[in-house]
């Protein structure tokens, strides 16, 4: 098995500020600047803390974001074995392992067992051709609850609904060839 080669990143803000996270050039990470940018949107919904699920990992930067700035947990889902381990080391390195649990899963097996997230992340692969298919299995999953946020960090190229089973749009932002695109779960009245 090839070993993985390794490109350099941190944690932007919060208790974790300025730790370096491993990333592996495998996986295409969310950049400093997109990840500033998605919190910032975050935090003026006032959408943060509590339960977060970051789905295709990679590296856990997102989950690991969301950790260091006052989310009480987080699980990470992974499919890549190596990756789950740098996931793992991430966590150790930034002091914020007790506050998070790695499944080395798919994500469609992981949305069968894994419910009730207050923000959930999700980053697939830019080549992913069922990205819509994909929100719309988040949206009915019981990882989403009335009142859950919807993060997904797709192409500018592949742009998405204004809403999917429940879950509308609230906001999308562009920066590059990475929309943002933040959704909400509707609150039964």
């Given amino acids: 098995m090839k070993p993985l080669d390794f490109s350099p990143m941190r944690v932007i803000a919060g208790e974790a500020k300025?730790?370096?996270?491993?990333?592996?050039?495998?996986?295409?990470?969310?950049?400093d600047l997109v990840r500033g940018a998605i919190f910032s949107m975050l935090?003026?919904?006032a959408q943060g803390g509590g339960r977060v699920l970051d789905l295709f990992a990679g590296s856990g930067a997102l989950g690991i974001?969301?950790?260091s700035r006052g989310a009480g947990w987080a699980d990470f889902v992974e499919h890549d074995p190596r990756?789950?381990?740098?996931?793992?080391?991430?966590l150790e390195r930034t002091g914020?392992?007790?506050?998070?649990?790695?499944?080395?899963?798919?994500?469609?097996?992981?949305?069968?067992?894994?419910?009730?997230?207050?923000?959930?992340?999700?980053?697939?692969?830019?080549?992913?051709?069922?990205?819509d298919t994909l929100v719309k299995e988040v949206a009915v999953s019981p990882c989403l609850?009335?009142?859950?946020?919807?993060?997904v960090a797709h192409s500018s190229r592949r742009p998405l609904g204004d809403s999917y089973d429940g879950v509308g749009?609230?906001?999308?932002?562009?920066?590059?060839?990475?929309?943002?695109?933040?959704?909400?779960?509707?609150?039964?009245?």
């Fill in 18 to 31: 300025g730790q370096p996270l491993k990333v592996p050039r495998s996986v295409r990470p969310v950049t």
């Fill in 43 to 45: 935090d003026s919904l």
């Fill in 65 to 67: 974001e969301a950790l």
């Fill in 83 to 90: 990756n789950c381990s740098v996931i793992k080391e991430n």
């Fill in 96 to 131: 914020l392992k007790e506050r998070a649990h790695v499944y080395c899963s798919s994500t469609k097996r992981a949305l069968t067992f894994l419910e009730g997230y207050d923000a959930v992340f999700l980053d697939p692969p830019y080549s992913l051709a069922t990205l």
């Fill in 145 to 151: 609850k009335p009142g859950s946020v919807l993060v």
């Fill in 169 to 189: 749009r609230l906001k999308e932002r562009r920066h590059g060839d990475t929309t943002v695109s933040i959704y909400k779960k509707e609150v039964a009245s």
